[in-house]
């Protein structure tokens, strides 16, 4: 257990807590975070797809009969209505990962409320923690290499951005801002790259291989990273501390690497792959011209390429995690040497396995 | 500027926008869903005139001319009347109804008003599609069809949808008649059911549920369908759903009485199969090459067709919405009889009888 003091909490280890989407990569890292701490009453909520494997382990490994695992759907207000009663903290990590902007709007905007309505019906909430996006920041009024915090703006234009997962979770969050007029205390907090074992795939930030060949788009650019476990204890005490409201929280880990940095440690540690170095200029030309062309041809080719889904992803910013460090007291437990070693051992196995 | 209205905002509806948005002379003037967050991003997205939670206000509103069904098959008799007695055309996604019913009462309703209705069977309208119905109206099979052959695949893996209804004993699609099948296979039998000659042909069907799906405990759905089926004139079909063959393929092949033709839909390939026989030897030498020359030419066509801005993803659904609403402006032919309709409807419900 991690020694913590209790009085710095809102809650005491016997009120119940929820954990939505607690099946997924960051859900069920919370979910160990949160019996970690003493929290004994976990409710965990998962899709009835979801195969909740990890979690049976976790409840065999903290050996608690306060675990609850509901299969349900967010979309049904019945079911929410029962993943919402008697609980004092919602951690709210389910979202919608479709690829289309309904289906994302869907899994995460209708979802979030149809939760918030259940919680506010059964009046015992102390707070609920909106797990977001650092995408849904708009970094256009930022210069090249300039801070993104929680001061920056929201993108308005994420349609134009074609991002539907940006745009459900931009959404998500007005809906829980919108539930503060009726009382919801909320924090939402806004991890960045979320990396660790059990996550396979090359940030997007470093570069994209939709072209066959591995383009490097990150270049020199700081890459927003947070360990699993460094992210999962963040939104938990997010959940937990006193004099935390209505606050917009980011996450990421200090010690940021650069893409380049990150890609040449994959190399080196994971597998070797041929990858081409793109300058953001001219990315940010090829962008423009797949934008205009996808206009030109009434949509023959989607806009998935633009100038600001490049501006957004590769232009370049710093990232600081001063607010959330001073608000939680939280520090990255997992040095960013550590937590990069031991994902590229994760990585390795893996290969080796498919190999 | 004709009037355009979508009921129902979920993802088939964004196709719908998306494709309604760049057909000249037309404006979508209200989106409408009974969930009033789904209705106001499509309305915000697309730049919709307004949003209603209830089609009657639409109506009142707005007075559109064609009406876009893009909700679960249950709700699309009720709402196909609802929007024809308002004085509005439809176009039905499909599946158009849940039976033979249902679309012979909204039909006749549609005569009853003198509106319009066409179901969704877009992949009919595709390139390949259209190329191949020239073709056989130009008289290229030599008469009637006497044999076809349709096979539709799916992929059970596909994140989005499948493994979603998999897991969710609840999910809409499990209460159509025919489960997941009902919701899909309207794409593969209408290809049959537009060279029948006859309303009612007969239909001997076997479906079951794959080895797959019965190891991961799945009993209700059968996704594997096979059918037989016959005219009045003795013009023969075979159809397949099949959520197991590799690669999965959407293929339809029609024979006549001199030539043949193979329409290959994911790869937007017709091949002519021609009657011509040479002598000895020669039959295994020219034949290949007769074959690499139409292959070629395909891909030559589609990418001169892709250089036109001709070869959208969705081409299929933008010009059968495209002649739906020149039937609509100009009372032109509508673009799928309703011969056709009421065929493809009557044999799934022998399928899934």
Redesign the interface.
Known sequence: MISQDCNEYIISPEEKILVTGANGFIGSRVVRTLLSYGFKRVRCFT????RSGSLEDIVKKFNRAGIEIIKG?LL?REDCRIAAEGVSIIYHLAAGI??????C??NS??TT?NILDAAIEKQTLKRFVNVSSLAVYSNEEIPRGGLLDETCTVDTKL?ERYDPYAYGKA?QDQVVVDYAAKGLPYVIVRPGVVYGPGKTSIPGRVGIDTFGIFLHLGGLNTLPLSYIENCAEAIVLAGIKKGVGSEVLNIVDDDLPTSGEFLHQYKINVRKFKSINVSYRLFYIFSYLWENYAK?????LPSAFNRKRCTVYWKGNQYSNQKIKKMLGWEPRVKMEEGLRRYFEYCRKLEKNHA | MLKIGIIGCGKIADLHAEQIRWIPGCEIVGVCDQEELMAKQLYERFRVKKYFTDPRELFKAEKPDVVHITTPAQSHFELGKLCLEAGASVYMEKPFTLNFKEAQALIDLAVEKKLKITAGHNVQFSNVARRMRRLVQNGYLGGFPVHMESIYGYDLGDRSYATALLGDKRHWIRSLPGKLAHNIISHGVCRIAEFLNCDNPKVIAQSFTSQFLRNLGETDIKDEIRAVIMDQNGATAYFTFTSQVRPIIHQFRIYGPRNSLIVDDDHQILIREKGTKYKSYLDHFIPPFVYAKQLAGNGAYNIKKFLKRDFHMSSGMRNLIELFYQSVRYDDPLPISYKEIIITTRIMDAIFG
Not at chain 1, 47 to 50: A, E, V, Y
């Open positions: 899709r009835p797809t979801s759907n049904s479709d690829k289309s902007f309904p289906g709007f869907l905007v209708v409320r349609v959404k030109w041809s009434k949509g023959q």
